[in-house]
C-alpha cells in the first residue's frame, strides 16, 4: 500500500490548511489510520486517528483545532487544521495505526510562521 501525503504549506499562526492522504487501495481495509507529524529534533507523533467505522481520536495538543476525515469513495483522508500554532510545525506523514506500519512516505511540510 502507498500512502501520499500532500496539501502542506506555508501559513501564518491563525490560518488553516487542509492535509490530503491519498491511499492506493480501498481505506476500509488499512484499519486505523492517522496522521502523525515530525517535528525538528523531535520524534514522530500521532496527531489523529480514524477507525474503519469513522470513530476519530486527536492528541490532546490539536483537540478542537483539528478534524480527521476521510471520502472512502477517494481511497482519501484528510486533516483539516485551524488555528494553527508555531508547534504545530513539522512534517505531517500518514499511515496506519499499530506495529505493522507501511513505508513511510515523504510527508507534508508545514511551516508556521508569525
Known amino acids: 500500500v502507498q500512502l501520499q501525503a500532500s496539501g502542506g504549506g506555508l501559513v501564518q499562526t491563525g490560518g488553516s490548511l487542509r492535509l490530503s492522504c491519498a491511499a492506493s487501495?480501498?481505506?476500509?481495509?488499512?484499519?486505523?489510520m492517522a496522521w502523525y507529524r515530525q517535528a525538528p529534533g523531535k520524534e514522530r507523533e500521532l496527531v489523529a486517528s480514524v477507525t474503519a467505522v469513522g470513530s476519530t481520536n486527536y492528541a490532546d495538543p490539536v483537540k478542537g483545532r483539528f478534524t480527521i476525515s476521510r471520502d472512502v469513495a477517494k481511497n482519501t483522508m484528510y486533516l483539516q487544521m485551524n488555528s494553527l500554532k508555531f508547534e504545530d510545525a513539522g512534517v505531517y506523514h500518514c499511515?496506519?495505526?499499530?506495529?505493522?506500519?507501511?513505508?513511510w512516505g515523504q510527508g507534508t511540510q508545514v511551516t508556521v510562521s508569525s
Open positions: 499511515n496506519r495505526v499499530g506495529p505493522r506500519k507501511y513505508t
Open positions: 487501495r480501498n481505506i476500509l481495509s488499512i484499519g486505523v
